[in-house]
């Protein structure tokens, strides 16, 4: 199981990742961090436009993770039922308020504890953003092989 460091580590580098494929004009060193109590995870500048606050979220399987995490203690592994966990995921986050003052978005990715399709996600999460309202100006899928912007205000 990863820790809020370890979780803070990937987040960053997701983003990072997420940043230069999507040539937003994020400025490099703005990118920081967050870990206050509902403050989004990312607080950054985006060219003329000022900081911006990205809230990131992964698409994980908890039955896949569990199954890759006993197999690498040293556990003999299984094969896991694949299941969907991307509307829940996402409608949690829809419901959630954020304390800032920035805009927020929302960045979903997907790191390797998800058997979903990207394509599978996108069609099932997509709809979810016009029916709830949520804090959320613009929703990116970063998904195995592309980026895709699912949604935004």
Not at 46 to 62: Q, R, S, T, Y
Not at 63 to 87: E, F, K
Request: charge should be negative.
């Amino acid at each position: 199981m990863r820790t809020e460091h370890d979780k803070g580590i990937v987040e960053l580098s997701v983003f990072r990742d997420f940043a230069q494929r999507s040539g937003l004009p994020v400025l490099d060193t703005s990118i920081e961090k967050r870990s206050g109590d509902s403050e989004p995870d990312i607080l950054c500048t985006l060219g003329d436009e000022g900081k911006v606050a990205f809230e990131m979220v992964e698409i994980c399987d908890p039955m896949l993770a569990a199954n890759i995490a006993y197999s690498l203690a040293g556990g003999a592994g299984t094969v896991p039922v694949a299941t969907d966990p991307s509307i829940r995921i996402v409608c949690k986050k829809l419901s959630k308020t954020y304390r800032t003052a920035c805009p927020v978005e929302l960045v979903c990715y997907t790191n390797g504890r998800t058997k979903t399709a990207d394509d599978e996600i996108f069609a099932a999460i997509q709809p979810w953003f016009s029916a709830i309202k949520g804090p959320f100006r613009r929703a990116w899928l970063l998904g195995k092989r592309e980026l895709y912007e699912v949604w935004s205000l």
